[in-house]
């Protein structure tokens, strides 16, 4: 089992010293290291069964940090003969190390960037490796690197104990401390070459580990002052880090000001950062946030044992949270479009009687705003809990909501104040922009003082943004405001301060916007009439309206409503509809969309002579894609013999049978068959099928 490495024989503190020792060195000028000594000693260890303690009547040439090290190595099923570390080397993997090694990476650059280019020529190599001892970055004497790569001394390479048993990384993981690790000290074979230093990396926030910076050779480069050299660079590090998370805290804070209008001097609040840190507090209410933020620069205190959730929901956040904790309110805190913190709103009023009494009466406004929305269609109701959602949030101050013409923008306006509501008394204000003219448009959005303009009112007046205040301001047709009123908007929306024209007082304003338009706006910021940064501050958030003919068999469920609501007004009988009739409003494609089926229901309540509404009641646009449908059920039949015929047939009694079995739902239908609903539309008008009744 021995191996002849020759005469290696040294005393380490008989080796020059290219540079004067750091102030936190180890002492090691009286350790002296004898490579056969160690080399017999390490094979004395494997013969043998491990044993923790080191025997007393022989002693041993080995350190006890050596031979703890081993005695660890060896119970943990390490390889002695083991020729190199495990090495991940896949480009996907490697990608997630960086990001989520991101902040680290950065602290590091600097250091990194001085001391490399020292390096060539010195045989020596610096690396940085996570917590888990995966290296994440490497640099440093190229023929060093290259050699590097027979043992994966490289990035993916895993240089922890319980992969590779005793060295430098590794090692110091473990212990805590800035270690050195020489040749054949080292537990594998293939290592025993090798000198290395590491020096831990620990978070400046809770003390926790989060890396080592290391540096190594082959073994002639081994100096005393190597380990002094990497406990310095990892406080450099960890210097750097200190700054960016007080850049990254006064960011947190500046998102939560500019995010949060309800947030109020009296309310207990706690920042936490992406990990579940508390990296700031005030006015937090006894017994509500646990003792682990009480000394957040103590180790393993200042968090809670959470990652925040990628998604940045706040029902997700509110998950994460300690369960008692998830009643107060979140506010998810966005830097440069990632999730990077949090905020913990405690109220200090309303009493907890009136909070439940608020939310019972939102709760059932929500609802009755909602039950407004007719349909049934899965792109619709999955527009309205998306808008419910918002309406539950404190922390979306804004939202876009696009769609066609006439497809009931308004009512998720609607459905977003009713949902957010805190009094009965908090207002909604509608106001259309393509209804204003350009010289009036910045008088109605922030007002004017008496004498501001000509034609300006004596005693002044608020803008819609005053009247709104408390409740919600309903932009429809945003897309037609003027270019120059946009900068003023998007100023306002950020500042929560309106200053009215003619004014330099500011009136602040706490307003959630919900905005609404028919154009697609990216274009419209592509083509230069919208601004980019205005889109991006009302679009955070937005709600795709479907149109009409997307809807399917909502066409039906919305004549039956307007119907019976025309009917109840008038104190007439509901119309009745005829199959024919209502297979011709299904197969319409309603340009006019919700607000045409509406106005069409109501037109036939005056002009129909009876009761009963037959094909040539409606219009001739709707009655000609009814034909057109027919046209195409008569001849679908007609298909050539053959294969081909046979198929189609099949497929076509497959739907009619589907459609028998399911009762005429569209949807069970869909899953039935294994298609989309739109696809299934399309092939119940190519067949000439009818999807209202089988």
Known sequence: MKRDLGPNQMKI????????????????????????????????????????????????????LIHDSWYRSATGGINAQGLEAPLNSDRDEIEYLTRANAELLSAARRSFA?????????????????????????????????????????????????????????????????????????????????????????????????????????????????????????????????????EQRTRLLEAFISSAPRYRRTDGLVILDHRGRAIYRNNVPGGEVPAMINDPTEASHGRWPINLPSSGSEADIARALPAHLRSCHITPLKLDGDLRGAALVFPSVPAASSITVVHRDAGKHLQDAAAMIVGKSEAL????????????????????????????????????????????????????????????????????????????????????????????????EIGEMPLDIQPFLLRVLEERVVHRIGDSRGRPVDVRLVASTNRDLKQEVAAGRF????????????????????RGEDVLLLAEHFNRKTAATSGEEPLEFSHEAL??????????????????????????????????DLPEDITAAGSASATQSSSSPATSPGPEGTL?????????????????????????LGISRPTLYRKLDQYGIRRGFV
């Open 13 to 64: 503190n008989a080796l020059p010293a290219r540079a004067s020792l750091a102030s936190k060195q180890m002492v090691l000028g009286n350790i002296d290291y004898d490579e056969r000594a160690t080399m017999r000693a390490w094979e004395d260890f494997l013969a043998d069964e491990p044993k923790c303690a080191r025997d007393p009547v022989r002693p041993s040439p080995v350190r006890s």
């Open 114 to 246: 001085s001391i490399g280019q020292l390096l060539e020529g010195t045989g020596a190599m610096l690396v940085l490796a996570d917590s888990d001892g995966v290296l994440i970055d490497a640099i440093g004497d190229k023929k060093t690197l290259h050699n590097g790569m027979d043992i994966h001394l490289a990035i993916g390479g895993k240089w922890n104990e319980g992969a590779v048993g005793t060295n430098g990384i590794g090692t110091a993981l473990w212990t805590g401390e800035p270690t050195f690790v020489h040749a054949a000290e080292h537990f594998c074979a293939g290592i025993k070459s090798w000198t290395c230093a590491g020096a831990p990396i620990r978070d400046p926030l809770d003390g926790k580990i989060i890396g080592v910076v290391d540096l190594s050779g082959y073994s002639p480069i081994f100096r005393p002052h190597n380990t002094a050299l990497v406990a310095a660079t990892a406080r450099q590090i960890e210097k750097a880090l200190a700054e960016q998370q007080q």
């Open 381 to 476: 109701l999955a527009a309205v809990d998306l808008a419910c959602r918002v309406a539950r949030s404190n922390s979306v101050a804004s939202l876009l909501v696009e769609g066609e013409t006439g497809v009931g923008k308004e009512l998720f306006a609607r459905l977003v104040h009713a949902g957010g509501r805190r009094t009965p008394s908090d207002p909604f204000i509608a106001m259309n922009c393509g209804a204003i003219t350009k010289d009036l448009f910045g008088s109605e959005l922030f007002g004017h003082v008496g004498g501001a303009f000509t034609g300006a009112s004596r005693d002044g007046r608020p803008g819609v943004f005053e009247l709104a205040n408390g409740g919600v301001l309903s932009l429809d």
């Open 531 to 550: 601004r980019r940064d205005l889109y991006y501050r009302i679009g955070a958030v937005s709600i795709m309206v479907p149109p009409l003919r997307e």
């Open 583 to 616: 297979d011709a409003l299904l197969a319409y494609r309603w340009p006019g969309n919700v607000r045409e089926l509406k106005n069409l229901i109501g037109r036939l309540h005056v002009l129909a002579r009876d009761r009963e509404i037959e094909l040539h």
């Open 648 to 672: 189609a047939e099949a497929e076509r009694q497959a739907m009619k049978n589907a459609l028998e079995v399911e009762g005429g739902n569209l949807s069970r239908v869909a899953r039935r």
